[in-house]
């Protein structure tokens, strides 16, 4: 896979308040889970892609993070407005690029390299301007849900402190995965709008944006409810580090 057809962006400006404590106020993709930060485990799964053509999205303590990771480069998100402000953070990095855009969580240390793979083979195979990532489960997760029409096709995604009782029930789930058609990708973020729950630019609505205009858009439902896992908590923390283990 050539360096000029797919490049990536990795959130990592996340302060994560919910993991922080007197003893620990590490940005939250610098926290350690057996031995590494979980970082590093998001980058591992990407060295498919040369290290140029990973770009880290930082904010919080970003010079932490730029000095433990100092091959790669990097774009600065300085307010915290949602995913898809932080993409678009990274819009000068990617100056110029017409390829394909593969956005992933600097927090979710237990996606494997060959789901990010299968992810960009579909999108690149498919022709679609956007594919997104998804995973099928029973569990009840906090996890945006992949509404389908009547064909079976991707309508939108609805994030979970939006969601009716009945798109509550719904299976599968939203990994916060995508890959964008680079050039297509610009104008959709900067055409979204804070109109949800949170009073966030969420990236969730870049896919129906795409839709709307009449692009394809592409569902890839290899995740597993494992590798969707982000760390947001010290369980969580807790939990990734004893699957991390069990993988060892």
């Not at 990097?74 to 995913?83: I, K, P």
């Not at 807790?238 to 993988?247: A, T």
Request: charged content about 25%; hydrophobic content about 35%; aromatic content about 6%.
């Amino acid at each position: 896979m050539s360096s000029s057809t797919v490049k990536a962006v990795v959130l990592c400006a996340g302060k994560g308040t919910r993991l922080q404590s007197e003893a620990c106020d590490l940005p939250k993709v610098l926290r350690r889970a057996n031995g590494e930060a979980l970082l590093y485990y998001v980058l591992e799964s990407l060295s498919f892609l040369p290290r140029e053509d990973v770009i880290l999205v930082v904010g919080y303590k970003k010079e932490d993070i730029l000095a433990a990771y100092p091959d790669y480069p990097s774009a600065v998100q300085d307010q915290q407005l949602g995913t898809g402000h932080a993409v678009l953070s990274a819009r000068e990095a990617l100056e110029g690029f017409d390829g394909h855009v593969l956005v992933c969580c600097g927090d979710m240390p237990l996606m494997k390299r060959s789901t990010y793979q299968s992810l960009v083979a579909t999108h690149l195979r498919e022709g679609n301007a956007c594919t997104l990532l998804s995973g099928v489960t029973e569990r009840c997760l906090p996890y945006g849900r992949i509404v389908r029409d009547g064909d079976h096709k991707f309508l939108r995604i609805v994030e979970d402190k939006d969601c009716t009782p009945q798109e509550k029930s719904i299976t599968e789930l939203n990994a916060g995965v995508y890959v964008f058609e680079a050039e297509k990708l610009w104008g959709v973020l900067e055409s979204l709008r804070p109109n949800n729950a949170q009073g966030e630019y969420y990236l969730t609505d870049a896919p129906a944006r795409l839709l709307s205009k009449g692009e394809k858009v592409g569902v890839c439902s290899t995740c597993s409810p494992t590798e969707m896992m982000g760390v947001n908590t010290p369980d969580q923390l807790q939990q990734v580090e004893d699957i991390l283990k069990g993988r060892a």
